[in-house]
């Protein structure tokens, strides 16, 4: 999902960019915050694959009802409602923000954005998506088209039309940009790939009054802030601000493919014609049920505040007491950037070989920390104790 993901297993060029590429990694188990390589050793896991490990991995009650629905059904076409499917329905629909009660299920973010954008467009009969610089939405033709950074968007073009870009946090520029054409407005809450740049309550509220003035939907890419990483189970909970859909994925599944579009009744009178193979499939949709379930029955939104905390608190502490080469520690609840002046896959790859801490970079200069929320203070300690160290050495 960065520059860091090598698209070919086998390829040419597999691994490059990558940032272990002098040393690439395998892993071969998991449990917890803990991941174990090929070779044994052990890493604590403070990237949790880009957010998709929320619990942990391969948490218990998730790989038992994996284990029990693939035994009494693999698949079967989404027109015939299976249990799995329907209370992953019902779970969404009852953890959503406001109203959206709406539920699409897919198979990855970017399917999600896809089927906000269509839905947008078709329930408003306008063309125009309005998305912020730096945001980032997934890579096939519709969501890249709202993804801001031209290296992966330029290769493929033409890409959907009618995207217009806007500097996020500028009120003014939104205000400009959303008009009586508009469809939608795509907003990450905090944006993660861009750099961890968390958005203001105002911004965010100026642009819920913007879209519902101009009957244009309001939607909240919140597959990196959302199942509770920023401290509420979504992000948008913070700033009071319920959007017309909101799109989650990574970790709705605890790592199998999943994805949703929660969406606003009139938003979902849009979706009539959209549609997908895999959509809820039971076996993922068991894993979703089960990851649902423990993220809200072990309150973990909660927990990733208080962790969270705690780790930013011993960030700022360590960056002070060692005057480390750090511009700015951003971010909320466990969704954490540490803005450094220079090389953050370097210091990604130093943490993880000479520390073994994985972390992840979002850009040149972000060094992000995204772990599974089941992780405890002890390990955030032994996390800023290893970032002090090859920070204070870089
Ligand atoms: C990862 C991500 C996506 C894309 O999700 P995929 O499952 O890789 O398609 C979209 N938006 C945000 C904010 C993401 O972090």
């Known amino acids: 999902m960065t520059d860091a993901d090598a698209p070919f297993a086998d390829g040419e060029g597999a691994g490059e960019g990558f940032v272990f590429s002098e040393k690439p990694l395998g892993i071969e188990s998991g449990e917890g915050v803990h991941l174990t390589g090929t070779d044994g050793t052990d890493y604590l896991d403070f990237g949790a694959s880009y957010a998709c490990t929320p619990l942990g991995h391969s948490p218990p009650e998730v790989v038992d009802a994996i284990a029990e629905q693939a035994a009494d059904l693999l698949y079967v076409q989404a027109s015939y409602p299976v249990d799995a499917r329907t209370d992953l329905y019902e779970r969404l629909g009852a953890?959503?923000?406001?109203?959206?009660?709406?539920?699409?299920?897919?198979?990855?973010?970017?399917?999600?954005?896809?089927?906000?954008?269509?839905?947008?467009?078709?329930?408003?009969?306008?063309?125009?998506?309005?998305?912020?610089?730096?945001?980032?939405?997934?890579?096939?033709?519709?969501?890249?088209?709202?993804?801001?950074?031209?290296?992966?968007?330029?290769?493929?073009?033409?890409?959907?039309?009618?995207?217009?870009?806007?500097?996020?946090?500028?009120?003014?520029?939104?205000?400009?940009?959303?008009?009586?054409?508009?469809?939608?407005?795509?907003?990450?809450?905090?944006?993660?790939?861009?750099?961890?740049?968390?958005?203001?309550?105002?911004?965010?509220?100026?642009?819920?009054?913007?879209?519902?003035?101009?009957?244009?939907?309001?939607?909240?890419?919140?597959?990196?802030?959302?199942?509770?990483?920023?401290?509420?189970?979504?992000?948008?909970?913070?700033?009071?601000?319920?959007?017309?859909?909101?799109?989650?994925?990574?970790?709705?599944?605890?790592?199998?493919?999943?994805?949703?579009?929660?969406?606003?009744?009139?938003?979902?009178?849009?979706?009539?014609?959209?549609?997908?193979?895999?959509?809820?499939?039971?076996?993922?949709?068991?894993?979703?049920?089960?990851?649902?379930?423990?993220?809200?029955?072990?309150?973990?939104?909660?927990?990733?505040?208080?962790?969270?905390?705690?780790?930013?608190?011993?960030?700022?502490?360590?960056?002070?007491?060692?005057d480390l080469p750090v511009r700015e520690i951003r971010g909320r609840g466990l969704m954490v950037g540490i803005e450094v002046k220079r090389g953050a896959n370097r210091i990604v790859r130093d943490l993880a070989l000479d520390h073994r801490v994985l972390a992840l970079p979002a850009g040149r200069s972000v060094v992000r920390l995204l772990p599974p929320l089941v992780v405890e203070e002890r390990h955030a300690d032994h996390v800023v104790g290893a970032l002090t160290e090859v920070l204070d050495g870089s």
């Open 95 to 322: 953890v959503a923000p406001g109203d959206l009660s709406k539920v699409w299920l897919c198979n990855s973010g970017t399917e999600a954005n896809e089927a906000a954008m269509k839905f947008a467009r078709s329930a408003t009969g306008d063309e125009k998506i309005v998305a912020a610089k730096r945001g980032f939405h997934g890579r096939t033709m519709g969501a890249l088209a709202m993804t801001w950074k031209k290296k992966y968007r330029e290769p493929f073009e033409p890409l959907a039309g009618g995207v217009e870009f806007v500097e996020f946090g500028d009120e003014a520029e939104l205000a400009d940009a959303v008009d009586d054409d508009t469809a939608a407005v795509f907003l990450e809450p905090v944006q993660g790939e861009g750099g961890v740049n968390p958005a203001t309550t105002e911004y965010l509220r100026a642009a819920r009054d913007l879209t519902e003035a101009a009957g244009a939907a309001l939607v909240f890419d919140e597959i990196q802030t959302g199942l509770g990483r920023t401290g509420t189970l979504w992000a948008c909970e913070h700033a009071g601000v319920v959007p017309d859909a909101l799109t989650t994925a990574k970790g709705l599944a605890s790592g199998l493919p999943a994805g949703a579009t929660l969406c606003a009744d009139w938003l979902a009178d849009g979706a009539a014609d959209h549609g997908s193979t895999f959509s809820g499939g039971p076996v993922v949709a068991a894993a979703a049920n089960a990851t649902l379930d423990g993220l809200v029955g072990r309150d973990l939104p909660a927990r990733a505040g208080e962790v969270g905390s705690h780790l930013h608190e011993e960030l700022a502490d360590a960056v002070e007491t060692h």
